[in-house]
């Protein structure tokens, strides 16, 4: 894994963007802190980047980032946010995620139904959160 550390401040977008996606393998926690920090200053597209890592992660840090995420933000990054509780299995979003099923936009609205079924006893084959990561 790559480490966030060295991400220049002068670096154009899509040198953060590849940053951001070289440095977000599950499991690896030593960019939590530069991850959480990039949602406050980061484009739109590169912030979506961020949220997958996120949930990719799987730290009990994320939940209340994520859940603060899911309420604040509007647009097509709640999907990913949606995708991202539902492959952690935060339970605490699911009020939020049945509004969501609703969104007028398709990719959110979807992204809500797939995380609620993730809580649900069984899922249909195929429909596992490792088969489903987004990048």
């Known amino acids: 894994m790559e480490s966030l550390e060295h991400l220049a401040a002068d670096a154009t977008e899509e040198e953060r963007r590849h940053a951001i996606l070289e440095a977000s393998p599950a499991g690896d926690r030593r960019n939590l802190p530069t991850f959480i920090a990039l949602l406050e200053t980061e484009t739109p597209a590169n912030r979506r980047h961020v949220v997958r890592a996120l949930g990719n992660l799987g730290a009990a840090e994320v939940t209340p980032v994520l859940l603060r995420l899911l309420h604040q933000e509007d647009g097509i990054i709640l999907g990913d946010v949606a995708r991202a509780v539902g492959r952690l ?41 490792g088969s489903q990561r987004i990048h």
């Not at 969501?100 to 959160?129: E, F, I, N, T």
């Open 89 to 129: 299995g935060i339970v605490e979003a699911r009020p939020r995620l049945e509004v969501l099923k609703g969104h007028p936009v398709a990719w959110v609205a979807d992204s809500a139904a797939w995380a609620l079924r993730q809580a649900s006893p069984v899922s249909p084959p195929g429909d596992s959160p």
